[in-house]
Nanobody
Framework: QVQLVESGGGLVQPGGSLRLTCAAS????????MAWFRQAPGKQRDLVAR???????DYADSVKGRFAISTNPARNRLYLQMNSLKPEDTAVYYC??????????WGPGTQVTVAS
């Protein structure tokens, strides 16, 4: 079992930055992929960024060049550095870990609001 808790969300002005953190506990050795998703009101949950255990990364086109996903060596912390934030980045951001057996684990989410 893996437990995930996100933090670092909040209200920020357009052009500002935030850094999200996902704290993971449990059997993280079974994890092969870590990711951030987001869900805006009335919309589906979409992939923002992901990283596999070999540290290969992938980003949604809408955040390329602005967001960066990273992890610590123990892979029990997942980060999302978000720069040049736009109002359309407003959403609840979720941390997701996927095991080698394709089981998904989710955190409860953290709200990010970009507004002046």
């Amino acid at each position: 079992q893996v437990q995930l808790v996100e933090s670092g969300g909040g209200l920020v002005q357009p052009g500002g930055s935030l850094r999200l953190t996902c704290a993971a506990s449990g059997i993280t050795a079974s994890i092969w992929r870590m990711a951030w998703f987001r869900q805006a009101p009335g919309k589906q949950r979409d992939l923002v960024a992901r990283m596999t255990i070999d540290r290969t990364t992938d980003y949604a086109d809408s955040v390329k060049g602005r967001f960066a996903i990273s992890t610590n060596p123990a892979r029990n912390r997942l980060y999302l550095q978000m720069n040049s934030l736009k109002p359309e980045d407003t959403a609840v951001y979720y941390c997701n870990f996927q095991s080698k057996s394709s089981r998904d684990y989710w955190g409860p989410g953290t709200q990010v609001t970009v507004a002046s």
